[in-house]
């Protein structure tokens, strides 16, 4: 008998292909510090690396009552979930809702900015709020930390940090720098009040391209995540890669599977739309068409000869590492056995991005992704 209730786990646990083993047991770390909101941004510069230890808050123990009182309030709250998360946080822990949201909604990346953002309240110690959260929630909670922490300065006042900020001894103890980057693009977003032209012109200020470039990614990700439907769906089928062309895969990574819901599935259909466009905007379109097979790739592996082979090379390369990076971060010796049924290069670049998994700041392909104004260097 095929067991439905796995098997929709598994389809949950890869919207965002990150593995995780949520526990209900552990002390949640603390946030005790009491800090005023001018200091927020000389701590992004300064980092917390001076701190060799995190105290840990005391074990809260969690009353039935509570924990049943909880549940029900959050599925009669509506969609803010920020004033619940305010009231039980202190009650049940960070640990124990980010623990019972990634059994509910394995992935809750979305789930849990709102989490993030009331984690960071509590004592706006970044660095502290940083390790409640570790990687819970497919990195979610710690995206809502960053939307909290700049949400009250200026977009230039971040900018000027931001660099470092990624390289914060905090943030690297459970994140990648292009992680962070991503992060940061989610925190522009909320600073600009979703204008997405102010959100990339800032994500531009990283001096590195591919920390530029991770930062769209995050920014394009809210912006799919904010806007109406409906709306977009008035404008042309690549709205709006087509209109912001600077990180065309950063875009296509998250409207690719909305075009290919227009086109019924059909990776044909899809791939000749790619095969239409310049290149820059039809190299971010095979990337996209990539990241939109996932699923498929992870239940049929070969399926990747099929999904990545249509176009050049570089267009075979960004659909390759759209698919297997993703893939890699939630389970390796799936991303593997796909790159074995290619051949030649293909085949050692996406072992490549199987080894490297996401965010990669160095990989050789990169300059395909800045604007495709680049070469694959094999």
Known sequence: MVNYRHTYRILMLLNFFLFITPTLSGSPPAITADKTEESVLDEIEMGTADRDEIKSRPEIKVDFETKEQFKKDYFTSGPDKRQLYDEYLPKLGADW?????????????????????????????????????KTKCTSGCMHGVLMEAFGTHSLHEITEKMGNFCKNKEMTRFHKPGNCAHGIGHALMVVTHHDIEKSISGCSSFNNPAMGYYCATGVFMEYFHTWNEEDLNKHSLHFPCDTLTRYSAACYRYKAPKILKKLDGN???????????????????????????????????????????????????????????KLADFKSDKATAACEYLEGENRKLCLAAAHGKMYRLDKPTMGLYIDGSGDLQH
């Open 97 to 133: 809702i980010l623990n019972w949201l990634e059994i509910l909604y394995p992935a809750c990346h979305a789930h849990s900015h709102e989490l993030g953002m009331a984690i960071y309240a509590r004592g706006k110690d970044i660095g502290l709020a940083l390790n409640e959260c």
């Open 267 to 325: 990776i044909n259909t899809l791939a000749e739309k790619c095969l239409e466009l310049p290149r820059s905007l039809r190299l971010g379109c095979f990337h996209g068409l990539g990241t939109a097979k996932v699923l498929d790739i992870f239940n049929d592996p070969k399926l990747l000869t099929d999904v990545c082979h249509r176009g050049n090379s570089d267009d075979q390369a960004m659909c390759i590492e759209g698919a297997i990076e």
